[in-house]
């Protein structure tokens, strides 16, 4: 979609529908992912015929996302945190681009030719995957092909609790890319991520929505917050489930409740004797109209963005990004298809030839918004 109400993002592009499964989905059972649920509705459409559990291509989608305008020096209002900044493009939201059914022969052709591209180069793409041991053995078989992780592709991962953070933030690291960034959405337990933060460059944190969400403790939230050192922080919501102290004049769909620290959840009435005093780490929680929820965190909002940086080791990234440009330019009323590798590399030989030297350069640098908090923004170089 070229619009989203995603809040660290400005468009999604699905180059698949449906999903192997995962701990909020399995085939045939069901569960609360928000993306199963809206291909169970439409189950039957022109959009989605199959079933969730049923993984599908639609190839020709990144190509659009590609060709969409370049927002950098544009302002959103509704999402100032993004002001100035190039597109960003959320690359797989209504499902998981790197399940099994999906070779790797068509994420290069499909993904990686099209964020490279002359129009693709202008966005920075963000692919999120609960894959990431098969996104970091894609990004080993791309270099086997001659072909670099792109420089404007963040690689992510979806944790949801401890077992799948150490599951998952070990493959996440392996992935060559420049950027690696993490979703805890939703977040349904306490999750230490210090372990992996040296390589991290993005933490998101968000609650669960839907009929069947269950409240997310804000001691969980502070904690990812306050040991996340120096590497940005993005509180995207609470979810349905809002802090009791934050849920004044806001229409309720539930009696409060209390979380605590483990995600147990007691009714105020029947809480038990030995713990009718809430604990210091004990939240009370209640569930408002999902329109209503907002991510206000002591007092403030946190929508810290990383920069994508530029340096020698992504030299060889822009030489070919622009090798690929030239190539599409030429050849892009007629329809052509993106070059192959071989082409790309025969193509390199010819540009080295004549070549004038050229400076590519990021201008990075960090602002700090009143409400929104400090965030770092960046200035990609245009083709």
């Known amino acids: 979609m070229k619009t989203t109400k995603i809040e660290w993002c400005d468009s999604t592009a699905n180059p ?22 809206i291909h169970t509705r439409f189950c039957g459409s022109p959009a989605y015929p199959e079933p969730f559990g049923v993984v599908e291509t639609r190839p020709g989608r990144m190509i659009k996302a590609a060709a969409w305008s370049d927002l950098g020096g544009v302002d959103r209002p509704k999402k100032p945190w993004l002001n100035q900044r190039p597109r960003h493009i ?20 499909e993904v990686i030719a099209n964020v490279i591209s002359r129009n693709g180069r202008r966005h920075v793409w963000l692919w999120l995957t609960k894959r990431p041991t098969r996104m970091a053995e894609f990004s080993v078989w791309l270099e086997a092909e001659g072909l670099t992780w792109p420089w404007n592709l963040v690689a992510m991962t979806s944790v949801t609790d401890q077992a799948t953070a150490e599951a998952r933030l070990p493959a996440l690291v ?22 992996w933060l040296g390589e991290l460059d993005w933490l998101i944190v968000a609650g669960e929505s839907g009929s069947r969400a269950r409240p997310m403790n804000p001691a969980w939230v502070r904690a990812i917050r306050d040991r996340r050192g120096d590497v940005p922080f993005f509180f995207k919501s609470w979810g349905a489930w809002l802090p009791i102290e934050q849920a004044d004049g806001i229409p309720k769909a ?14 105020l009435p029947k809480r038990p004797a030995t713990i009718a ?5 004990d939240a009370v929680m209640v569930r408002v109209v999902r329109q209503w ?26 030489e070919r990004l622009e090798i690929e440009a030239a190539y599409r330019t030429v050849n892009f009323k007629t329809g052509e298809r993106a070059p192959s590798p071989t082409e790309i590399e025969r193509l390199a030989a010819e540009v080295r030839k004549n070549r004038t030297p050229e400076t590519f350069h ?7 918004h ?3 908090g400090p965030v770092v923004d960046a200035h990609l170089a245009g083709p």
Request: proline share 6%; aromatic share 8%; charged share 25%.
């Open 16 to 37: 698949t529908v449906g999903c192997d499964g995962c701990e909020l989905y399995e085939a045939g059972v069901g569960g609360t992912c928000y993306a199963a649920a």
């Open 90 to 109: 959320f690359i797989g939201d209504m499902g998981d681009t790197l399940s099994r059914a999906i070779d790797f022969d068509y994420l290069r052709d």
């Open 174 to 195: 392996e992935v060559c890319s420049l950027l690696h960034g993490v979703s805890l959405e939703p977040l349904l337990g306490p999750v230490d991520v210090t372990p």
């Open 254 to 267: 539930s009696k409060p409740i209390v979380v605590d620290l483990s995600g147990d959840v007691y009714r």
């Open 277 to 281: 005093v809430p604990g210091p780490y």
């Open 293 to 318: 929820t907002h991510a206000d965190l002591d007092g403030r909002g946190w929508t810290e963005i990383p920069a994508i940086r530029a340096d020698e080791s992504s030299a060889e990234i822009r």
């Open 362 to 368: 990021s201008e990075c640098f960090r602002e700090n």
């Open 370 to 372: 009143d409400t929104a």
